[in-house]
């Protein structure tokens, strides 16, 4: 197998910090060899902290064999003021989560979150149409999740984040570009929710705090998270032993795994 590897194998990447957890490398790995496509690409992870991050940025430029890299927390957002070009989707999100490099050194970003987060769930039979949606997090998966949200026409869609001006900021961006939907960042006493999600970080460590509080857990029928390990967060957990119906961050990427690939022409 490591006879593959050649010196025309392009190299693809995960950039994150933290990358330990990432699961996304076993995954396209695994893809590549399945589709006979591994050691024309290998997929590594990156650990690169948020300062070091542009300059990181800039060097993919000058490596000639450097293919695409899927781009995790915390630079989403900061992504998409560093490639060149962005796609239409990563422009109206203001973030992106994959970007490729052309022949030229030019970096494309896109930004496939929220289209996963929503498959993902239809692939567990769940739809978000006409549903009430309670959304936690505003930053760059966030924004991608509740722009898919809107376009695939949830009935509501409250949104809600530490800092109350940027859940604002990304309601009144949303409401914009779809203003059928219904969106706020109130939370009401009365309220219920078809599906609450955790677009957060919040679940990554033993100690965080839950995103969606015990009492509010017990307005939501479903439950979802946006992290991916662990598998089973705090959130989940509680929900679950609240009898609540669970959705594991798993699934939103398994479903872009292959959009990820093809937008890094690895397929």
Known sequence: MLASITGNTKILGVIA???????????ANRLLEERGRWGDFVMLPM???????????A?????????GAVVSMPHKVVAAHLVDELT???RLIGAVNVIRRNGDGRLIGTMLDGEGFVAGLAGAGYSVKDAHILLVG???????????????RCSSLCIQNRTPEIAGALSARVSHAYPQVDIS???HSNARYDIAINATSLGMKPNDELPISKPLIRHCDLVAECVIAPEMTPLLQEASGQGKVIHTGVPMLAAQMHLMLA?????
Not at 17 to 27: E, G, K, L
Not at 263 to 267: D, N, P, R, S
């Open 17 to 27: 910090d933290p990358v330990s957890q990432a699961r996304t490398p076993a995954m």
């Open 59 to 67: 060097g993919l430029r000058a490596l000639k064999n450097f293919g």
């Open 88 to 90: 239409p989707e990563a």
């Open 185 to 187: 960042t109130e939370l």
């Open 138 to 152: 505003a930053g760059g998966a966030a924004s991608a999740i509740a722009f898919a949200l809107a376009k695939h």
């Open 47 to 57: 650990p690169v902290s948020a300062h070091g991050f542009p300059t990181f940025i």
């Open 263 to 267: 937008f890094m022409e690895a397929e």
